[in-house]
């Protein structure tokens, strides 16, 4: 059992594959194993996170989730530590290895409440795991909102209960969080939804037992994406060995969404960058003077990488068609976005970009992605990974489907999550310094899902390492945006 570790790539096993990983390793054992070593191992993270514990409260629920946390329970009586289990079902109905696990602990002496106790130092959740189908009610539900509300540690089993292994969404209301610090056990194998949606904030601190199974030869459903390394820079280069970069928007009123993609493609790498703004009299760069403002239609787009969208507003006109037929390397973004979702000519005409081999990048938060995809943000939200996939394969090009555990997905690959960020990113601008250092990875020549999935990780960590005490704004983010990205 370990802490997951966040900066390098993990493999992800949604309801099915985990299942399938499930029952081939149960077959192969002794009846009850898998079970008894979940049990262990639960009961071990837990000595560790509360070693002072004056009571232990296990809520076990009807499932083998709650067989999960009878096995716990038994361990910690079996060591001398105090616990207070509830269970709500039916033992009667319970699967086969919890049935065996309930029993062996009335046998042990351990009771089985309906309630919660009046006191806990830690409340472990075993109320629903991989297999529920229905989102948690009545006491089920009750005892959730008590373990989010309060303020002792709540260690999940497998999955926080209600979350969906695949999609990271959650159905209940569980009302205002507490202070409660949560950490999630997951078992067997690692589950995409921990990672993305809801699963971020529901699983805390995740941690990972593979209860001594090895899930290599089941393919996974995802990638966790772990910390790039930095790109080397010999001594011997200059500006022209790391790529030209064009931010084409900036329409009037709009011109500081195209600077902080400029600023961020700068500071993240690029050995040169221009600006086509779309404002005919916008004012002097006076910020970044590095920056080089040309006239949109004078840019030589076939040799350079173009970041097109940010504050475009209506005014791209016929720069996207051409931006598409041109780019060497295209970052679509924003109004960019906007506009290819309302023209279905563009669509034919990206697909036929992809065909060239070119590379194209798109970065929609999830209404821009539900514009293209024809459908709402819910519908988005409710499948990021799948949502993600679809727009991928329907304009064969990489996808970056932003919000909470950004999804990077390619025609016919295996998609990625991407682990870092957090609320300081839900700021107007760091959008547009994501476009810009994702411009910047693809004009240093990696390949457009390596580029993105480069510059969402550092994107992110730069926001995970700001100073608690900094202001913290888009502006200063883009001139971070080269933190680790590249070795200087």
């Known amino acids: 059992m370990h802490r997951l570790d966040l900066t390098l790539p993990q493999p992800l096993h949604g309801t099915a594959a985990s299942r399938a990983i499930e029952?081939?390793?149960?077959?192969?054992?002794?009846?009850?194993?898998?079970?008894?070593?979940?049990?262990?191992?639960?009961?071990?993270?837990?000595?560790?996170?509360a070693p002072h514990a004056r009571c232990i409260w296990i809520a076990c629920g009807p499932g083998n989730n709650g067989g999960d946390g009878f096995e716990a329970a038994l361990e910690l009586h079996r060591l001398g530590?105090?616990?207070?289990?509830?269970?709500?079902?039916?033992?009667?109905?319970?699967?086969?290895?919890?049935?065996?696990?309930?029993?062996?602990?009335?046998?042990?002496?351990?009771?089985l409440a309906a309630q919660a106790p009046a006191q806990f130092d830690l409340a472990i959740?075993?109320?629903?795991?991989?297999?529920?189908?229905?989102?948690?009610?009545?006491?089920?539900?009750?005892?959730?909102?008590?373990?989010?509300?309060?303020?002792?540690?709540?260690?999940?089993?497998?999955?926080?209960?209600?979350l969906d292994a695949d999609t990271g969404q959650f159905?209940?209301?569980?009302?205002?969080?507490?202070?409660?610090?949560?950490?999630?056990?997951?078992?067997?194998?690692?589950?995409?939804?921990?990672?993305?949606?809801?699963?971020?904030?529901?699983?805390?601190?995740?941690?990972?037992?593979?209860?001594?199974i090895d899930p290599s030869s089941t393919p996974p459903d995802a990638f966790l994406?772990?910390?790039?390394?930095?790109?080397?820079?010999?001594?011997?280069?200059?500006?022209?060995?790391?790529?030209?970069?064009?931010?084409?928007?900036?329409?009037?009123?709009?011109?500081?969404?195209?600077?902080?993609?400029?600023?961020?493609?700068?500071?993240?790498?690029?050995?040169?960058?221009?600006?086509?703004?779309?404002?005919?009299?916008a004012p002097a760069l006076a910020s970044e003077y590095a920056l080089m403002l040309r006239a949109p239609g004078t840019l030589p787009l076939d040799r350079l990488t173009v970041v097109c969208g940010c504050g475009?507003?209506?005014?791209?006109?016929?720069?996207?068609?051409?931006?598409?037929?041109?780019?060497a390397a295209l970052v679509l973004d924003a109004d960019g976005l906007n506009a290819l979702a309302a023209d279905r000519r563009l669509h034919d005409a990206l697909r036929a970009r992809a065909a060239t081999g070119r590379p194209t990048v798109l970065t929609p938060h999830p209404l821009e992605a539900a514009r293209l995809l024809g459908t709402d943000t819910p519908a988005v939200q409710d499948d990021r990974l799948g949502a993600a996939r679809r727009l991928a394969d329907a304009f064969r090009c990489t996808v970056v489907l932003k919000g909470s555990g950004s999804v990077i997905a390619s025609p016919d690959s295996t998609p990625r999550i991407n682990p870092t960020g957090n609320a300081r990113l839900a700021t107007g601008g760091t959008g547009d310094v994501l476009a810009g250092m994702v411009g910047a990875a693809l004009a240093s020549g990696l390949a457009a899902a390596d580029a993105a999935a480069h510059a969402v990780w550092w994107h992110g960590a730069v926001a995970d390492g700001w100073p608690a005490g900094r202001p913290f704004s888009a502006t200063q983010l883009a001139r971070e945006a080269g933190r680790g990205l590249v070795q200087r």
């Not at 529920?132 to 926080?160: I, K, N, Q, Y």
């Not at 995409?192 to 971020?200: E, I, V």
Request: hydrophobic content about 50%; glycine content about 14%.
């Open 23 to 49: 029952r081939a390793a149960a077959g192969a054992l002794p009846s009850h194993t898998l079970m008894r070593r979940a049990g262990v191992a639960v009961a071990r993270l837990a000595m560790a996170l």
């Open 81 to 111: 530590r105090p616990v207070a289990v509830s269970f709500n079902g039916d033992a009667a109905r319970l699967p086969p290895d919890a049935a065996d696990a309930g029993q062996r602990l009335r046998q042990a002496g351990v009771p």
């Open 125 to 162: 959740d075993a109320l629903l795991g991989l297999g529920a189908t229905r989102p948690p009610e009545g006491p089920l539900l009750a005892h959730l909102r008590r373990m989010h509300a309060g303020t002792a540690p709540v260690l999940s089993v497998d999955l926080p209960s209600g």
């Open 171 to 212: 159905a209940a209301e569980l009302g205002a969080a507490g202070a409660a610090a949560r950490h999630c056990l997951s078992l067997l194998t690692v589950k995409p939804g921990l990672f993305t949606a809801k699963g971020r904030d529901l699983a805390g601190e995740v941690w990972f037992d593979d209860l001594g």
């Open 225 to 281: 994406s772990g910390r790039p390394a930095p790109a080397a820079r010999p001594h011997d280069s200059h500006k022209g060995s790391f790529g030209d970069v064009a931010v084409i928007g900036g329409a009037p009123g709009m011109t500081g969404a195209a600077l902080l993609a400029a600023t961020s493609a700068l500071h993240a790498g690029a050995g040169r960058v221009f600006v086509g703004l779309l404002e005919a009299d």
């Open 312 to 327: 475009a507003g209506t005014a791209l006109g016929d720069l996207l068609p051409t931006a598409i037929d041109q780019a």
